[in-house]
Every structure is written in C-alpha cells, then in structure tokens.
C-alpha cells in the first residue's frame, strides 16, 4: 500500500516529505516538489486509508499549487497477469477550477501530474 509518509516511492516529483502529527486520518504531511511544476510546496491530509482494502486518499490543503480544494483517491489492485504479479493503479480525483483556468486546462494539468507517477516497464 502507498504510504502516506513516504509519497517519493510512488510519486517521483516529490523532494521531500515532513509529516506533522500521527500517520492517521487527519494526519498533515509538507510536501516540496521538483521545479518542473507550477508550484514548490503542497500541504496535505490524510483523508482515508485503507490497507485491507488498498485505498489511500488525501486532500491539498494549501501550498503554492494552483489547485483548489482537490481531492484524491488511489486503488491498488493486485492481479497476476501471465503468472507474473503486477499492480494495477487508479486514481480518481475532484478540483475546484481555479479562477483564470479552464476546466481543460485543469484536467489536463492534473492528469499530466498524475502521469508522472507512471512507473515504466
């Protein structure tokens, strides 16, 4: 399961990661990201965590992203494929459109930032 302490293991443009509090719902992490985005800082909250059922969700409270009010749910699920164990990823998100934005341009933007924690292979 992701873990919410240590978001560089399956997100690669982040820097660093301090929590601040317990590792529980409610739970505070600052987040510093790599200078290819439009922003340095993310601070977020552990919203759910669920390691039966591989489901790790959080919301941006603030740092200098654009995004408003977002929100994020990641699924892992399991499966063999060609006796081989892969894990599929799904990852929905809800963003308030930020004045100055489009809709598009918002999408676009989230879903290139949740492309970066694509894994090759």
Do not use: W
């Amino acid at each position: 399961m992701a873990r919410f302490d240590q978001p560089k293991k399956y997100k690669p443009f982040v820097c660093r990661c301090a929590v601040r509090g317990n590792l529980e719902v409610g739970g505070l992490r600052e987040v510093d990201v790599k200078t290819q985005l439009p922003a340095t800082t993310s601070t977020e909250r552990l919203e759910l965590i669920d390691g039966d059922e591989h489901i790790l969700s959080i919301r941006i409270n603030g740092g200098d992203y654009r995004l408003k009010n977002y929100f994020s749910m990641i699924f892992l699920h399991p499966e063999i494929i060609e006796g081989r164990p892969v894990t599929f990823v799904v990852e929905s998100f809800i963003v308030h459109v930020p004045e100055g934005n489009t809709k598009d341009e918002t999408c676009y933007f989230v879903e290139a930032l949740i492309n970066c924690n694509r894994i090759p292979g």
